[in-house]
Structures are given as structure tokens and as C-alpha cells.
């Protein structure tokens, strides 16, 4: 979800005019209008009555305002204190993050931080294997799944949801999907781990996978190339279900959920420039997977 379309419903909201929030924002009434069309296109609910007294937020935009504007309130103060700190904002950030999200989300925030801070390096390595912080000499790690005896500091970022989807053309051209039991007669593509075990055990168990592997990236290429119905991270599939090209298969659905852990050394000495942006991918993703 693109944070700039939520900052602008924010805007139109609090003073009820696109007038007055095209000059707040410094854009053209015309783009605000295009952006509230494009947000309401995306999660497919009218958010705003236009009225000749001017703006008013149905009920879907009440729920969406009361949901956005204290995470929208703490980004920005971040970004304020990022800003007025910039001077001291040198050195360099070693993490590792799980290939889906790194491709996903992270590079894009990655991408903006640096912006912010030209002279912060960043190395990431992006791999569901699990590495050693004094091996690699990491800052932080984004991780699936909170570790057993692990002295590390951890912090829940939020729940992952895991679940079905295939593409629009794969479901035009097979049988129709309205219960559990219907996927035997589909193609399945099951994430399992490097000794074909699969993550959970509690569900699809019953089910022979037609295509399996340790990698959420090849398992989304396999849906994207309408060979099946495979199991992915819900935010992994935001863009092609907001274009109607992948739609989630049995909605009610869920494979597993598993809880995102941004993790690091417990060290009393972090550097400020590490802190500064542990915070800032950590209130970023939560707006990024949750909206």
C-alpha cells in the first residue's frame, strides 16, 4: 500500500475539502482526486461522500481513518527526527531478512531511508537461512517465527498470514474452488523445507503437492505462470490481487500465521544511526503488511 495514498485520505478527511488539502499538501486538486480514486480502487470500498457542503467519510473511510492515524502520527515523527538528525547519520547497517520481503517491501525501504541518509551504507542479506550475528557481524534481522533460548532482543513487528492463491487465469480455465475438499482436484504448490517437510502439519495434510519448494519467490512464479494454487504470505500477493490478477482462493481460509521479529545484539551501546533505523523499517512494515 502506497503510504502516500493514506497520507492524502488523512489530509482530505481532516479538513473535509480538496481544495484545502490540495494547498495543505502543496499537490494539484486534480492528483489528490486520481490518488482517493486509486485508494478506493485498491481496497475496494468508498471511503469519501462528495456533497456541495463539501467531504464526508462514509463508514468504511471512518474505520480507515481511525486505523491509519496513529501509525501515519509515529512515521512522520520519525521521519521529522530523522530529518533533524541527518548531520550525525553515518556509518554502516549489516541485516538479513527472508527473500519474499526483502523483494517485496524492504528494498523499497531501504531505498528511502537512504535517501534521507546519502552517507548510510547498507549491506542486506536476503536468505531464509539463518545466520549467526557474530559471524556476519549483523545489526538486525528480520525473522518468521520467534527463536527458542535466544538471547538476541526481539521485537514483534506483526502476524504474517500465509494462505491460498492462484492466478485469475488458472481459476477462469479449471473447476470451480468452494470448499476445502475441492483443491484434490488442483495443482498445489506447498512451501516445505529443505527435507520436504512443510511448515505446518495441521492443515492441507491430506493434499499431494504437485510442485514444493523452500521458496516463496518460485512458489509466487509458479502461480504467476497459472501452473496452480500454491500457499503465500498475503502481502506478498497485494499488488497482483489490487490488478485482478491473483485472487486468494477460499477466503476464509488460512494456512498458518507466523509473527515478523525484528531482531538484535543485547548490546546497551546500539549506534544511533542503527537504532534510528530499526525504528524506522519497524513502524514502515507494519504499515506496509498490515494496511
Known amino acids: 500500500m502506497d503510504f502516500n495514498l493514506l497520507k492524502i485520505f ?10 484545502k488539502a490540495a494547498k495543505a499538501l502543496g499537490h494539484p486538486k486534480s492528483k489528490i482526486s486520481r490518488d482517493l480514486v486509486k485508494l478506493e480502487s485498491l481496497i475496494e470500498s468508498n471511503l469519501l461522500i462528495r456533497g456541495p457542503r463539501g467531504i464526508s ?3 468504511q473511510g471512518v474505520h480507515l481513518l481511525q486505523s491509519i492515524r496513529q501509525p501515519i502520527e509515529a512515521l512522520e515523527n520519525s521521519v521529522r527526527e530523522l530529518q533533524t538528525n541527518n548531520d550525525e547519520m553515518k556509518g554502516a547497517i549489516k541485516l538479513t531478512a527472508p527473500e519474499d520481503l526483502s523483494q517485496e517491501i524492504l528494498m523499497e525501504l531501504i531505498n528511502e531511508f537512504m535517501g534521507i541518509y546519502p552517507s548510510i551504507r547498507i549491506q542486506l542479506y536476503s ?23 535466544s538471547n538476541l532482543i526481539q521485537k514483534k513487528v506483526c502476524d504474517i498470514e500465509v494462505a491460498l492463491f492462484a492466478s485469475n487465469q488458472y481459476l477462469n480455465t479449471n473447476e ?47 502461480v504467476s505462470n497459472s501452473q496452480g494454487i500454491a500457499t503465500l504470505p498475503t502481502f506478498y500477493c497485494k499488488k497482483e490481487i489490487a490488478t485482478n490478477i491473483f485472487t ?39 504499515i506496509a503488511i498490515l494496511s
Open 127 to 149: 536468505t531464509n537461512d539463518i545466520l549467526d550475528f557474530k559471524e556476519h557481524q549483523l545489526n538486525l534481522a528480520l525473522r518468521i517465527g520467534k527463536l527458542k533460548d
Open 248 to 286: 486468494k482462493v477460499l477466503p476464509e481460509f488460512t494456512y498458518f500465521k507466523r509473527s515478523l521479529f525484528v531482531l538484535s545484539p543485547p548490546s546497551k551501546h546500539i549506534p544511533k544511526h542503527v537504532k534510528v533505523f530499526k525504528d524506522y523499517i519497524f513502524e514502515k512494515l507494519q
Open 176 to 222: 470451480r474452488i468452494l470448499k476445502e475438499d475441492d483443491l484434490k482436484h488442483h495443482s498445489i504448490g506447498l512451501l516445505k523445507d529443505v527435507y520436504g517437510t512443510p511448515l505446518t502439519k495441521k492443515k492441507l495434510n491430506d493434499l499431494q503437492s504437485h510442485f514444493s519448494t523452500n521458496s516463496f519467490p518460485l512458489l509466487k512464479q509458479y
Open 57 to 59: 467519510l462514509t463508514q
Open 10 to 19: 488523512e489530509k482530505v478527511a481532516e479538513l473535509g475539502s480538496l481544495t
